[in-house]
């Protein structure tokens, strides 16, 4: 059946009659809507490029392609990349849309077991470093800060890797060496946490609780909940390879966290 009011396709049907839905790629689709004009006579061919575009997605389960395959609207295009600055890592518990604004200390005695908070991730690669900043230093203690991919609820799931960070002095303190190749997606959730390898009095940089966004979910509306706790672990253990959200925390700040491409 043809679009109301349409003419006869003279490009988008006739260059895709000899494909079938379940295997036309994007890129195909894409080239035959490059050189199309945004103008009147063009209207018809546009609408038809949309409808067979929708249907190779229904056919092939791609439904985030509606999203990500046009290249277009996505978180990872409204953060900043460091290219062109003199910047050198990305500060992700301050990115969009979980970011705060106010800095301040604490005490790293409240997370025995792993607390995990989200993060849009800014750039496609390999972390080479992951970093945390230090204010009041603890000689022999150390913090795991470990990267999880997400589920299909988008809680914390799988481990991605993680690093040992000294705590014994002070100052932005970076580990290069990680326990996996940990590659991330612009524009993907992701889901940093922090736990100690053993009790410690150290304190880092964090969000203040009250300018940091919540989660939005809740056991009550008076209760906000800043990260996921894994409450399934004991105490100082390395981070699980896969996480159990357990449990809502409101009494952890977003830890300061830097990430380097």
């Not at 689709?29 to 190779?56: F, S, Y």
């Not at 991919?149 to 960070?165: E, F, K, R």
């Not at 993907?188 to 009790?199: A, F, G, H, L």
Request: charged share 15%.
């Amino acid at each position: 059946m043809s679009l109301p009011d349409a003419t006869r396709s003279d490009r988008v049907y006739p260059l895709l009659q000899n494909l079938d839905l379940e295997n036309l790629a994007f890129a195909t689709v894409q080239g035959v809507g490059n050189t199309l004009a945004i103008e009147e006579m063009n209207e018809d061919e546009l609408r038809r490029l949309v409808l067979v575009n929708l249907a190779r997605l229904t056919v092939s389960g791609e439904w985030n392609g509606l999203l990500t395959a046009g290249g277009g609207g996505g978180m990872a295009d409204v953060l900043p990349t460091i290219t062109t600055t003199n910047a050198d890592q990305y500060e992700v518990s301050s990115s969009p849309p979980w970011n705060g604004a106010v800095i301040s200390n604490n005490s790293v005695s409240g997370i025995k077991k792993p607390h995990a908070f989200p993060f849009i991730a800014p750039a496609t690669g390999d972390l080479t470093a992951i970093g945390v900043q230090v204010t009041s230093a603890e000689a022999g203690d150390s913090i795991y800060v470990a990267i999880y991919s997400q589920d299909a609820n988008q809680h914390p799931s799988t481990l991605l890797g993680y690093a040992t960070i000294s705590l014994a002095v002070t100052g932005e303190i970076y580990q290069t060496s990680l326990s996996a190749t940990i590659t991330l997606t612009a524009g993907s959730q992701y889901w940093y946490s922090v736990s100690t390898d053993q009790s410690s009095s150290a304190q880092i940089r964090t969000l203040h609780l009250n300018d940091t966004p919540t989660l939005g979910i809740t056991t009550a509306l008076t209760t906000k909940a800043y990260s996921i706790e894994d409450t399934t672990r004991t105490n100082y253990a390395v981070p699980p390879s896969t996480f159990t959200p357990a449990t809502i925390n409101s009494d952890e700040p977003r830890y300061v966290i830097g990430l380097k491409f």
